[in-house]
């Protein structure tokens, strides 16, 4: 378990400080994440990588000459928020674009995306590198439901090297998701890791078994089998690896393999299965290039080990093999650096309310009470959001609200002290919630409440029918945004009936107040009925049965949010 | 704990099969051990490092240019035998000598001392570069009862950059030990590791504390306090090492520093406490120059971390800061290599007893069914000897005794069959067990019986003054090489009263028979005594105090030796 620590809420930060420090010949500190404290040419294509933290090396000791530009640091096994990939993406470009790598998690995908967004609107080219490379997790059929395991490595090597090698933006995107196309990583585990400040491990395996195709951020896998001999183990993994051999890839011929450990399975024993391993894939034809063995994408203390294959072509293999330096990972003769200037961070505009009237910033100041009083709510429910979230997630919903609706209150009250009026508040509470939550809900709440905060205006007191129209338009931003429908199990199953039963009251003459607490009475049902949903997106299967009896933390805690505003209009 | 092994007794060659075969730009192969599979100059001085295995990447991670020549690997967590140091030794050596660095294990001393000897014997310079760094050990007052830990890694680099710059055998001898006098440690452990095939881990420290002055070989520490802040623990490391300063070193001025995981705990969490601890450094007037934050020396999946500082002067940092390669550590440009031929294990000669008289042959043969008869017996102790071992030491005396045994069998057997007499059948009998069991009791166990063997000649059954003088030079043997006494808590506190009483039966006129059947008798009263006495060799004292009420294992294991003997006799 994870045992030295200060403040559990600043562990990533505090861990940080000591890796800039030690490696301040690779990197140097930006926000949220770290880039290359070498020079880097104009012009080159940038390589940001990132997600949640407790991965190490994965992600910033990937940061150095031949490998990343750029590591985004996420909370721990959660995603950065949009701002943090945006502000971290914005010091590691050198005016050729960035290409932003990430293991395939619906947090990921939805904050790696609006930074690659936000980042194009500003006439910077960004597109998404997602690592999909687990064949445990391809429940669904789909490719694209496949998470990103170690296979982080290889994706974010290969496309590092292309963009070293002088590719251009889209030769080292083809290359990079190439490389994704041809890797497959397949994993055990053993024990559950502890994250910092808890007592007991995300899961447990039963002693003396193994749970099969494990996952990064605490998932137990979708089977436990007893534990077998090296030669057992190599043969279940190499088996499935190879059974999701990708269809343009060759049956032998050259190949990289990985052998990663989680982060307590010791080398001795790594190298131990990294044998038979080696010997299986010799007999059935393959030629073993490059191999890497040892933690390369960990999750904090969990005990475990995954393969890894890439499927080499001659391009990959060049890129594959070329020299790289950084912290975690080096290879090839050493690359000639000098030093990088230290980067500056941009002064921000403070945004200007000096126009709105004082009956429109008296509203501006009544949105961040409410805020303020769902701040004070989910914080009380913090603990309870936490073991909801537990049953099928991380855990961590509740202290990612608490967070995010801290962070929302404390720049909607700033900005109401600066005159705000109640769209401006709102959007300066939903930026705040973005910026600073990280995780999946951040970056939904953040995209709800910007949408919302639309349809107010600064104008003065909203109509009820502005208010059911900004509900209805942020409902329609996050269904945009990520995907999910009603019936899933996320937040949208509380979320839907709340803006339909509000729309409906208000169009039938209910004023806001006995409208919203209707819509809140709605939500509150909805939420319980979520107990007998199965979670659809982004989980593996036995998740989803094991979360059978529990309601949605999400929706819980949306309809939380409801009851408490309504409690004050 | 350890999860991942087939047969545990054979963990470590099969975990360096795959070490090798993974990295085969490094090293190749020799008998229990590595060497470097690249070419090296002929004339360099080679250095070879090596010890009890379960600490990757030490020892075998650190062959490769620039650093060390070759490595021997015990069994985990025991010294390897002479004659695996020597063959090591011999296949590392360029015609400059060998420099053997381990850390400081009674172990380690008599079987790296021992082949040192061997290869002097043989015209092959050859010194000791025993590694003393561990603050907390230094109970006695005498600086040789430091034992070794993380500090390895310096002196090992440090002597092996000098011999790779040329330095000559003496001048890399001279500033590998300088930088070891210049080195301190200590550490903190938080939980035991668990050896391959056990169920529970060596040790366990009470939950929310951790033992302070850790040990890299199951050794729980010296003392148990809570678990502090990171800076609390940075203080409590730091005071504890600076207060270690060599009496040389400057107070103040360049070091070098190593943040030691000891295998579970992460490097989020060693980032996390090397900040404050570089923190006070810089505020006592330190410069840290090219520090390490890592695994360095591991202990299996133990939890745990240490503090190294290494006061350099001018040449200390260059050599300390000199390109190396290897598989665990690589700083600098790349050195520039070319294969090196495989290495091609040298034949052995097979003694020849055609001479021997058909009668002496007999006997041969007779002393052949003596181990073997100790072989079982050895064998059906084997897990009762394990547990007292285990009280004060690794629990490994049982599984070392039966291997020695058994090997001592194997060979005496053959030996017999080849017609050899008594002295010759024994002597094969003391160089299988010396050269196969590794760890403490291997190497006293095969000098004791050499000594013994070369008493009883091969001329036909020896009288029971010559037994008797046997037994006496064999105890002369054992005395001169450990360095123990009576009283110490060894097997001489048992073998030197089976001894005294064997020689005063025989000169009083008994026989032979009656003779060392009362000795076995002394032997074994004299064993159950240890159970009053303290260890004082290579023992923290909490240890020692632990001890009390428990005999020593490897006195009980020699009553049972003579017992069993003479119930054959």
């Known amino acids: 378990m994870t045992r030295i620590y200060g403040d559990p809420s600043s562990f990533v930060p505090d861990a940080l400080a000591g890796f800039v420090d030690l490696y301040s010949h690779y990197v140097q500190p930006v926000p949220h994440g770290v880039v290359r404290s070498t020079a880097t040419p104009e012009g080159k294509v940038a390589v940001v990588v990132g997600g949640g933290s407790g991965h190490y090396p994965a992600f910033a000791g990937y940061v150095g000459p031949g490998l990343a530009d750029g590591a985004v640091c996420g909370d721990v096994f959660a995603s950065p928020s949009t701002r943090w990939v945006y502000d ?51 429940g669904q059929g789909a490719q694209g439901n496949r998470r990103g395991i170690a296979g982080d490595v290889v994706a974010f090597k290969i496309a590092s090297a292309a963009a070293e090698a ?96 989680l982060g307590s399975t010791k080398y001795e024993e790594l190298f131990l299965l990294y044998a038979p391993i080696a010997k299986r894939l010799r007999e059935k034809g393959y030629e073993i290039v490059a191999p890497q063995v040892g933690e390369l994408v960990t999750s904090l203390d969990m005990a475990g080990a995954s393969l890894t294959v890439t499927w080499l072509d001659e391009e990959l293999e060049t890129l594959w093999t070329a020299p790289a330096q950084s912290p975690a990972f080096s290879t090839g003769t050493t690359i000639q650096t000098s030093p990088a200037p230290t980067y500056v961070v941009p002064e921000e505009e403070r945004a200007d309310y000096t126009g ?34 537990a049953v099928a997630g991380d855990g961590d919903h509740g202290v990612g609200m608490t967070r995010g609706s801290t962070a929302a209150a404390q720049e909607a009250r700033s900005a109401a002290d600066a005159g705000a009026g109640a769209g401006s508040t709102l959007a300066a509470g939903a930026d705040g919630w973005a910026d600073r939550a990280g995780g999946t809900s951040g ?99 036995p998740l989803a049965e094991r979360s059978l009896g529990h309601p949605d933390a999400g929706a819980v805690s949306l309809a939380l949010v409801a009851r408490t505003v309504a409690e004050r209009l």
């Open 88 to 138: 971290v993406a914005r010091a590691a470009d050198h005016g050729g674009g960035v290409i932003l790598g990430f293991g395939n998690y619906a947090g990921d995908i939805l904050n790696f995306g609006l930074a690659a967004q936000r980042l194009r609107s500003e006439g910077i080219r960004a597109e998404l590198l997602v690592v999909t490379d687990d064949v445990a997790s391809e």
């Open 166 to 261: 002088g590719y251009d933006f889209d030769e080292t995107l083809r290359v990079a998701r190439f490389s994704n196309d041809r890797t497959r990583s397949m994993g055990i585990a053993f024990a559950g890791c502890t994250l910092p400040g808890e007592k007991e491990p995300l899961f447990t395996v039963t002693s003396g078994h193994m749970g099969v195709g494990l996952g990064i951020h605490g998932e137990p896998g979708i089977s436990e089998e007893p534990i077998g001999s090296p030669d057992e183990i190599a043969d279940l993994l190499v088996d499935r690896v190879l059974g999701g051999r990708p269809e343009d890839a060759p049956e032998g011929g050259k190949i990289t393999v990985l052998v990663n450990g």
């Open 356 to 389: 709105t009237p004082a009956a429109a910033a008296e509203v501006g100041a009544a949105v961040a009470g409410h805020l303020e009083a769902v701040r004070d709510a989910l914080a009380a429910a913090e603990d309870e959001l936490g073991r909801i979230d």
């Open 443 to 541: 970056v939904i709440w953040g995209v709800f409440l910007r949408a919302f905060a639309a349809a107010l205006g600064d104008e003065g007191r909203p109509e009820a029918g502005a208010v059911a129209q900004g509900v209805a338009d942020g409902i329609a931003a996050v269904q945009d945004l990520g995907g999910a429908r009603v019936g899933d199990k996320t937040l949208l199953d509380a979320l839907v009936p709340f803006g339909d039963r509000l729309t409906e009251r208000v169009e039938a003459g209910d004023d806001l107040r006995t409208a919203w607490a209707s819509a809140a009475e709605a939500a509150t049902e909805a939420a319980e009925a979520t107990k007998d949903l199965r979670p659809q997106i982004g989980r593996a299967r």
